[in-house]
C-alpha cells in the first residue's frame, strides 16, 4: 500500500533552517510528481512546492520563494524540504502528498491522490 | 492570482440531511478541480477529482458538478464519520500553482 512518511519536525528559532524528509513506499516513486503542503494551527491548507516526477522541474508557492527549496533522491524513494531564513510565519504542519494527474479527452486533472501524516514545524524564539 | 472561495465557512447539518458545498473560482480552469475531506488530527482525504469523479473507494453520497468557476460538492445524506472540513482545490496550468479554498466545515446541527 501507498506509505509517505514525513521527519524531520521541530522547533526552531526565527532566521534558522531545517530540512523536512518524506519517505515513499508501495509505488513507482519515480513516476509521480511530489509535493508539500502546509497547514498552519487552526487554518486552512497552502500549497508549498512542487517537483516533478525526475526532478527536472520544481516550482514555489510566492511565500517561500527564494527561502525553501524542494528535492528529491529517487534512488532513496525520499523528497526534501529545505527551509531556510524561517519566519514565525512557517509554523504549521508540513504534508508531503503525491501528485496523480488523469487525463480524459484534452483535459488533464491534477490532484493529490496520497498524503503523509504530517509533521510540525514550530518556528519560535 | 488564482483565489478559490469556498461558502458558506460553516455549516450546521443534522445526520440524514442533505449537505451542498460551494467552491468558486476567481479564473476558470475547465474541471480542473478536487475536494477533499480532512478530520481533526488527520491528513486531507481525496474525495472526487476532475469535478465529479469519486476517488477510489469513496461512498455515492458524496457528489460534485460544476464546471469553470462554480463548482458543488454534494452529500445526500449526513453520517456521523462526514462530519469534517471540506476543501477544494484547483490546479492552474501556468505557473503550475494548486490552491485551495479556505474550507467549509460541516457540523452536527
Known amino acids: 500500500q501507498v506509505q509517505l512518511v514525513e521527519s524531520g519536525g521541530g522547533v526552531v528559532q526565527p532566521g534558522r533552517s531545517l530540512r523536512l524528509s518524506c519517505a515513499a513506499s508501495g509505488f513507482t516513486f519515480s513516476f509521480y510528481g511530489m509535493h508539500w503542503v502546509r497547514q498552519a494551527p487552526g487554518k486552512g491548507l497552502e500549497w508549498v512546492a512542487v517537483?516533478?516526477?525526475?526532478?527536472?522541474?520544481?516550482y514555489h508557492a510566492d511565500s517561500v520563494k527564494g527561502r525553501f527549496t524542494i528535492s528529491r533522491d529517487n534512488s532513496k524513494n525520499t523528497t526534501f524540504l529545505q527551509m531556510n531564513s524561517l519566519r514565525v510565519e512557517d509554523t504549521a504542519v508540513y504534508y508531503c502528498?503525491?501528485?496523480?494527474?488523469?487525463?480524459?479527452?484534452?483535459?488533464?486533472?491534477?490532484?493529490?491522490?496520497?498524503w503523509g501524516q504530517g509533521t510540525l514545524v514550530t518556528v519560535s524564539s | 492570482e488564482m483565489v478559490m472561495t469556498q461558502s458558506p465557512a460553516t455549516l450546521s447539518v443534522s445526520p440524514g440531511e442533505r449537505a451542498t458545498l460551494s467552491c468558486r473560482a476567481s479564473q476558470s480552469q475547465n474541471s480542473n478541480l478536487a475536494w477533499y475531506q480532512q478530520k481533526p488530527g488527520q491528513a486531507p482525504r481525496l474525495l472526487i477529482y476532475g469535478a465529479s469523479t469519486r476517488a477510489t473507494g469513496i461512498p455515492a453520497r458524496f457528489s460534485g458538478s460544476g464546471s469553470g468557476t462554480e463548482f458543488t460538492l454534494t452529500i445526500s445524506s449526513l453520517q456521523s464519520e462526514d462530519f469534517a472540513v471540506y476543501y477544494c482545490?484547483?490546479?492552474?496550468?501556468?505557473?503550475?500553482?494548486?490552491?485551495f479554498g479556505q474550507g467549509t466545515k460541516v457540523e452536527i446541527k
Open positions: 517537483i516533478w516526477y525526475d526532478g527536472s522541474d520544481k
Open positions: 502528498a503525491r501528485e496523480q494527474r488523469f487525463c480524459s479527452g484534452s483535459s488533464c486533472y491534477h490532484y493529490f491522490d496520497y
Open positions: 482545490q484547483q490546479y492552474n496550468n501556468w505557473p503550475p500553482v494548486w490552491t
